[in-house]
């Protein structure tokens, strides 16, 4: 019987790869305008880390980690994100000790068991990027632009930018005090995972998308009234900043985000098409979380994009350019001649094929059907007189040139193409 793909993973085709590598290229190039570097970690991690560092009161932690013991009997878990391993890798290699504020992004295959459904996977991608060590609300305001740029970047429409600051913990906990009593007089009509949560972790509440929870909270206390004189500043700051950007954004005193380091600002990005899956950024400002991981207490401030998302928005991008198709016809001798002239076109820089096993009419036919600008014809006679026929693919005309002379020709029939597109 055929074997089929874990549900939810999904296999990322030739066709779609060429979107993939847009969306790559790009965020590459803007992180570069940004001095962000790249940073490389494995996609697993002992279990402990994403404990520690997610929080084991979050949906991720209690239900989505891939996590199983490994022969040795250790506990590992797949990443369900970057950030607690970039992390980690920070702190082991003493990174902020070689330079204090770093700048660092991630690309790569992240594991959360959900509930596959457009736009959400169990295994999904994500561009992530990390700053670390500034707590000024510039660098919040300059992450929350660079994040901005690269959906613009993109040619995404509809974009939408929601900003929030959750404070730190001690405006939380005034907060939370109040939040919980205002929950307590609608605990009937929460979820059941958010009755779970009112004690424990409430503002979690405040962004359920289950209907009644959102009824629930209408009219709740509203955390920026609890800021505490340097949490208000701050995030005062961090939107003077973005209007000095300007970048256009909305305030949403319900953005709590699904996980827990946060503090302070926290934002998410939409865009438009995507139905209920429509976040394609989210982030946040996280003060303590180097801590407890570990490493000496520094601020830091990231986000990560969904990629399979950015990837159903953008859809098809044009294939990689095609050269020079090569059509051999004859004994050993001409195809040791074709394959002279292939290896010189690949040295020229033209990408070019050749499949001389085929028929004559079947060669020229997929040199047509792969769409490539220019074939050069290769037969007893050409061998004979030292030459080859390039033919240009859109106007049919055809030429037959000296051996000497095929790479330019073909070159001239290529530039002659790119001048008309
Ligand atoms: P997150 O909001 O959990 O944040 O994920 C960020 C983005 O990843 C989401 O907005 C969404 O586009 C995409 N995403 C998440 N889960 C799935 C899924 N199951 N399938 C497809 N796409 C998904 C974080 O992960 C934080 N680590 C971001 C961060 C970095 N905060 C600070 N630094």
């Known amino acids: 019987m055929e074997i089929k793909a874990i549900r939810g993973m999904n296999d990322i085709l030739p066709k779609e790869v060429r979107t993939w590598r847009f969306v790559e290229e790009t965020a590459r190039k803007i992180f570069g305008l940004y001095g962000f570097e790249e940073l490389r970690s494995p996609v697993m991690e002992k279990t402990e880390l994403f404990l520690r560092g997610i929080g084991d009161e979050t949906d991720v932690v209690e239900k989505q980690m891939y996590t199983f013991t490994d022969k040795g009997g250790e506990s590992l878990t797949l990443r369900p994100e970057a950030t607690a391993s970039v992390l980690r890798a920070v702190i082991e290699h003493g990174l902020l000790g070689e330079d204090p504020v770093r700048k660092v992004y991630s690309i790569g295959p992240m594991f959360r068991y959900e509930r596959p459904q457009k736009g959400r996977y169990r295994q999904f991608h994500q561009i992530n990027a990390e700053r670390l060590g500034e707590d000024s609300p510039f660098s919040d305001a300059e992450t929350l632009k660079l994040a901005y740029d690269l959906a613009a970047s993109l040619g995404l429409e509809g974009v939408a930018m929601e900003v929030n600051s959750l404070g730190c913990e001690d405006c939380r906990a005034a ?19 958010c009755s779970r949560r009112m004690r424990k972790n409430p503002l979690r509440v405040l962004d359920c998308k289950v209907p009644s929870c959102k009824e629930a909270v209408a009219g709740a206390p509203v955390l920026e009234e609890f800021l505490c004189d340097d949490c208000r500043e ?10 000095a950007f300007g970048v256009p954004y909305g305030k949403n005193p319900l953005l709590v985000r699904g996980l827990d380091y946060y503090t302070r600002t926290t934002f998410e990005i939409t865009a438009q098409g995507l139905g209920s899956q429509n976040a394609i950024a989210g982030g946040g400002r996280y003060d303590n979380l180097i801590g407890t991981l570990g490493g000496p207490e520094t601020p830091g401030i990231g986000f990560a994009f969904g990629m399979e998302r950015l990837v159903m928005l953008i859809g098809a991008v044009p294939a990689q350019e095609r050269g020079c198709f090569v059509v051999a016809q004859g004994d050993e001798d001409v195809r040791r001649y074709a394959m002279g002239l292939l290896a010189e076109l690949r040295a020229g820089g033209v990408p070019a094929e050749g499949a001389f096993d085929k028929s004559f009419k079947a060669q020229m036919r997929r040199a047509g059907r792969s ?35 095929a790479l330019a020709r073909v070159q001239s029939v290529l530039s002659a193409q790119g001048e008309e597109a």
């Open 175 to 193: 907060f939370k005090k109040t939040l919980e009593g205002f929950l307590e007089g609608r605990a009937g009509s929460l979820c059941e995972d």
């Open 371 to 405: 769409g490539y600008p220019a074939c050069a014809i290769i037969g007893g006679d050409e061998v004979k007189e030292g030459a080859v026929t390039v033919k240009d693919m859109r106007t049919s005309s055809q030429d037959r040139v000296p051996r000497a002379d």
């Open 234 to 243: 701050h995030y005062r700051q961090v939107l003077s900043g973005l209007d």
